[in-house]
């Protein structure tokens, strides 16, 4: 069974620095998808940024960039210059494959909340 | 991005009602969607997986009578919460993949039982 530890649940960063949002997980599929999403107290869930397990490079999406570890079964978001529209809870999820209808069935990580400050 | 849309964002409805969220794939087709529930402060707890021409998957410990739905169309999915209880009060919300590396989420529909 597929498992996401987000360790950090709330995490507080000042203005226009750098921070790293933990993730680790545990799969024994040798093909998966890793995603962040950015929940804000509306509700919606905004998709940053997609790691695949056979990627060779880290996956980078403007200032959101995912240091991916793969031995180490870690996927790390950092988001770089951070603004105070970033504050707000951040899911890591892992894509487990459906092999009847397709898809992608997400598990989810317990979250961080970060907080921006000025 | 794609747009996945879904509604109503939210409802207030009275205990033993029934009430009906719609998720709609605005701009591609989904075979399957994906319906999720989130408890305050909570991560998101999956539900059940709607495919298009055949039953929904359940998830363990999910009541596919209370949680009915139905995959109308390949950009429709609807959740019926059937004789609501305030337990059932939650977030509900919905999530279509587009190949393997994206999955969009409809906005979310906030629930209370009253």
């Known amino acids: 069974a597929q498992k996401i530890t987000q360790t950090q649940p709330g995490m507080f960063v000042q203005e226009k620095e750098a921070v790293t949002l933990d993730c680790t997980y545990d799969?024994?599929?040798?093909?998966?998808?890793l995603f962040w999403y950015k929940q804000p107290s509306s509700g919606e869930m905004i998709f940053l940024i997609y790691?695949?397990?056979?990627?060779?490079q880290n996956a980078t999406e403007g200032r959101y960039s995912l240091n991916f570890q793969k031995a180490r079964k870690s996927a790390n978001l950092v988001i770089s210059a951070s603004q105070l529209g970033d504050s707000a809870m951040y899911f890591c999820a892992m894509r487990e494959v459906i092999l009847t209808g397709g898809g992608n069935k997400l598990t989810f990580g317990t979250g961080t909340q970060l907080k921006v400050e000025l | 991005g794609a747009v996945v849309s879904q509604h109503p964002s939210r409802v207030i409805c009275k205990s033993g009602t029934s009430v009906k969220i719609e998720c709609r794939s605005l701009?591609?087709?989904?075979?399957?969607m994906f319906w999720y529930r989130q408890f305050p402060k909570q991560s998101l707890m999956l539900m059940a997986t709607?495919?298009?021409?055949?039953?929904?998957?359940?998830e363990q410990g999910v009541e596919k009578d209370k949680f009915l739905i139905n995959h109308a169309s390949l950009t429709l999915s609807t959740l019926t919460v059937t004789s609501a209880h305030p337990e059932d009060s939650s977030f509900y919300i919905c999530s279509a993949p587009l190949g393997r590396t994206e999955a969009f989420f409809g906005q979310g529909t906030r629930l209370t039982v009253v």
């Open positions: 701009d591609f087709q989904a075979t399957t």
């Open positions: 799969t024994s599929d040798p093909s998966y998808g």
């Open positions: 709607s495919n298009e021409g055949s039953k929904a998957t359940y």
């Open positions: 790691q695949g397990s056979y990627d060779q």
